[in-house]
């Protein structure tokens, strides 16, 4: 390992701050995936109460906000560990083409999909 140049910034480097923008939109992201959540679970929860036949007009207020975001979480991740499934079975289904297909795939990402099908077309 080569130690850092004189004029080389590092990791740590005080020049390198975030500004109030990145700051801005991580709050935006955060707040939002909160809410998110909070929606899921709201709506699990009132799927629930109307499939029990419970008043849900009267039930929703009784309802303790931290239940709600459980709620709407434990549906998240199970969506993402559904998601991570799927991806696992595509990459599995496709692996064993990826010789006979590379050039096709990396023709579509480097053109764009209209010019890698007029390139496979010549």
Same mark, same amino acid.
């Given at each position: 390992?080569?130690?850092?140049?004189?004029?080389?910034?590092?990791?740590?480097?005080?020049?390198?701050?975030?500004?109030? &923008?990145?700051?801005?939109? /991580?709050? #935006? =992201?955060? !707040?939002? +995936? @909160?809410?998110?959540?909070?929606?899921?679970?709201?709506?699990?929860?009132?799927?629930?109460?109307?499939?029990?036949?419970?008043?849900?007009?009267?039930?929703?207020?009784?309802?303790?906000?931290?239940? &709600?975001?459980?709620?709407? /979480?434990? #549906? =998240?991740? !199970?969506? +993402? @560990?559904?998601?991570?499934?799927?991806?696992?079975?595509?990459?599995?289904?496709?692996?064993?083409?990826?010789?006979?297909?590379?050039?096709?795939?990396?023709?579509?990402?480097?053109?764009?999909?209209?010019?890698?099908?007029?390139?496979?077309?010549?």
């Amino acid at each position: 390992m080569q130690p850092p140049e004189a004029g080389a910034t590092s990791v740590g480097d005080a020049s390198r701050r975030a500004d109030g &923008l990145e700051v801005l939109e /991580l709050l #935006l =992201v955060l !707040v939002a +995936a @909160i809410a998110y959540i909070h929606v899921i679970g709201w709506v699990i929860t009132w799927v629930r109460l109307t499939a029990a036949r419970v008043p849900v007009d009267a039930s929703l207020p009784m309802i303790d906000n931290q239940i &709600l975001f459980l709620a709407g /979480l434990r #549906l =998240v991740v !199970v969506m +993402a @560990i559904v998601f991570a499934a799927m991806c696992a079975v595509s990459w599995a289904v496709h692996v064993w083409t990826w010789e006979h297909r590379a050039p096709e795939w990396r023709s579509v990402i480097k053109h764009g999909r209209v010019a890698a099908a007029k390139l496979a077309g010549q």
